[in-house]
């Protein structure tokens, strides 16, 4: 089986705060995906990230992939309300699977 | 153009019970995946429907099945209910199959087993 650890796995947060989230496992990934889940509905695909030491942004969110590609980190600068949510990693094996991470819950408040 | 729509969206089920969730992807999207979230085990890969034919599988016994339609619908089958089959069910559906495109998913159909 092939796990992905997310850290930590409950965050609450004041509105205007930087927070990071952290992806981890002893596995190698050829890709890695990174999804937010709002209640009621699906995850949404926020980025995929492919080679080993990427980096991509989008607005105020920050994804790195670690140089051995078994990681990943997900920065959030100035944190939102709007960014409340359920933050899901995942890799995607040589193989053709895809493993999520167990998830963290981000509360930003008001 | 409409989301992927999952129904019904709330089930509830008795032990031993049979249950049939339905899936009905994006138009245009060919292949449709399935996922079961629990909390304590997060979201695990069920399988994946492509063109009618199954073609990836994840690790779940018998009694999850699933098929697929001529029209990209999809059904998943849970046979013989357990209190642990208790879960969020999620479908995904993509324009082609394996993991090279984006996969889309639906709200889910919640399901609980009393």
């Known amino acids: 089986t092939q796990l992905l650890e997310q850290s930590p796995q409950f965050l609450s947060i004041q509105e205007g705060e930087n927070l990071t989230v952290y992806c981890n496992s002893s596995s190698v990934f050829s890709s890695l995906q990174w999804y937010r889940q709002e209640p009621g509905e699906g995850p949404v695909l926020l980025v995929t990230v492919v080679t080993g030491g990427e980096v991509k942004k989008l607005k105020r969110l920050t994804f790195q992939f670690g140089d051995a590609r078994k990681d990943s980190s997900l920065h959030i600068t100035a944190a939102q309300p709007g960014d409340t949510g359920l933050y899901l990693c995942?890799?995607?094996?040589?193989?053709?699977?895809?493993?999520f991470g167990t998830g963290t819950r981000l509360t930003v408040i008001p | 153009k409409a989301g992927v729509t999952q129904t019904p969206r709330y089930l509830i089920k008795t032990r031993g019970q049979q249950v049939t969730l339905s899936c009905s992807p994006i138009?245009?999207?060919?292949?449709v995946s399935w996922y079961q979230q629990t909390p304590g085990q997060g979201l695990q890969f069920l399988f994946e429907y492509f063109s009618e034919t199954q073609r990836n599988k994840g690790n779940f016994p018998g009694r999850f099945s699933g098929r697929q339609f001529s029209n990209s619908r999809s059904e998943m089958n849970v046979s013989t209910l357990e209190l642990g089959d208790s879960a969020l069910y999620l479908c995904?559906?993509?324009?082609?199959?394996?993991?090279?495109?984006?996969?889309?998913f639906g709200p889910g159909t919640r399901l609980t087993v009393t």
């Open positions: 995904a559906s993509s324009l082609g199959a394996g993991l090279a495109y984006e996969q889309y």
């Open positions: 995942a890799g995607k094996t040589g193989a053709n699977n895809l493993f």
């Open positions: 138009s245009g999207h060919r292949s």
